[in-house]
Nanobody, 124 residues
Framework: QVQLVESGGGLVHAGGSLRLSCAAS????????MGWFRQAPGKEREFVAV????????YYADSVKGRFTISRDNAKNTVYLQMNSLKPEDTAVYYC?????????????????WGQGTQVTVSS
């Protein structure tokens, strides 16, 4: 049974940093892209970042480019999201997900498995 478990969320002041982790289990994900999405209250879930399985390259939403960094450790089946210079508008539930698509999938429907989410709150 595939399971994705996020951790590392919390409350931080604007300008601060958080590091999210997502541990995957149930199978090997070295040939899956691993990504992060987020959903703020009253808004649709939106793409944040993805890291490919084939060359480890990353792709980011414009809203987080230059502030967030995605990385992965295939030996641990884990993906990370380092979030710096956080803003109040980054407040959301953050979800990790894995995709069998090649390259940098960024659409909700391109992902096969999802975690339950972790809350990130940025105060002004």
């Amino acid at each position: 049974q595939v399971q994705l478990v996020e951790s590392g969320g919390g409350l931080v002041h604007a300008g601060g940093s958080l590091r999210l982790s997502c541990a995957a289990s149930g199978r090997t994900f070295d040939k899956y892209a691993m990504g992060w999405f987020r959903q703020a209250p009253g808004k649709e879930r939106e793409f944040v970042a993805v890291i490919s399985w084939n060359d480890g390259s990353a792709y980011y939403a414009d809203s987080v480019k230059g502030r967030f960094t995605i990385s992965r450790d295939n030996a641990k089946n884990t993906v990370y999201l380092q979030m710096n210079s956080l803003k109040p508008e980054d407040t959301a539930v953050y979800y990790c997900a894995v995709s069998s698509w090649y390259g940098h999938p960024y659409r909700f429907g391109e992902y096969d498995y999802w975690g339950q989410g972790t809350q990130v709150t940025v105060s002004s």
